[in-house]
């Protein structure tokens, strides 16, 4: 995946603007209070040990700084949990299984999101982790949700 970004920096001309690295997320390869910004979409849910990945991304911010997080979510009203359900177990394999020939990813994908501590769940880990001033946003009716958190 990383050499698949560096060819798309390459083409774009952003080679120079952009770096692309690997890294742990629970033991992230940068000093404390260096960046104005963290942001992860769809990758906290398969954090190995959410507390700590929080935890680390609120330690290489600065002061101030706004931590963004883009994640899957369940949705909770009628009857968009039903259909977002639905979807999820019984059309999302099917599909996979078409388009793949290994439905196993998309049976993980539906397990993980039904698992990840959303909603205040999830602000109630950032803010033990050590971040203020929490919001989840949620959009397309609570598939997916935007968290914020402050350092």
């Known amino acids: 995946m990383l050499e698949v970004g560096r060819e798309k920096l390459r083409?774009?001309?952003?080679?120079?603007?952009?770096?692309l690295q690997k890294g742990d997320s629970e033991k992230l390869a940068f000093a404390d209070?260096?960046?104005?910004?963290?942001?992860?979409?769809?990758?906290?849910?398969?954090?190995?040990?959410?507390?700590?990945?929080?935890a680390d991304m609120h330690r290489v911010l600065r002061f101030g700084?706004?931590?963004?997080?883009?994640?899957?979510?369940?949705?909770?009203?009628f009857p968009f949990k039903q259909l977002y359900q639905f979807y999820s177990y019984k059309i999302l394999p099917l599909v996979g299984k078409t388009v793949s020939k290994d439905d196993s990813a998309?049976?993980?994908l539906p397990e993980s999101v039904k698992?990840?501590?959303?909603g205040q769940m999830f602000t109630g880990i950032m803010e033990k982790a050590g971040f203020n001033s929490t919001q989840c946003i949620p959009l397309a009716f609570g598939i997916c949700s935007i968290y914020l958190g402050r350092k």
């Open 106 to 108: 998309y049976r993980y």
């Open 33 to 54: 209070n260096s960046f104005d910004a963290v942001i992860v979409s769809f990758g906290v849910r398969n954090f190995e040990n959410l507390e700590k990945g929080l």
């Open 11 to 19: 083409r774009r001309k952003l080679e120079g603007r952009i770096t």
């Open 115 to 118: 698992a990840f501590p959303d």
């Open 65 to 77: 700084g706004v931590c963004v997080i883009l994640e899957f979510s369940n949705p909770r009203t």
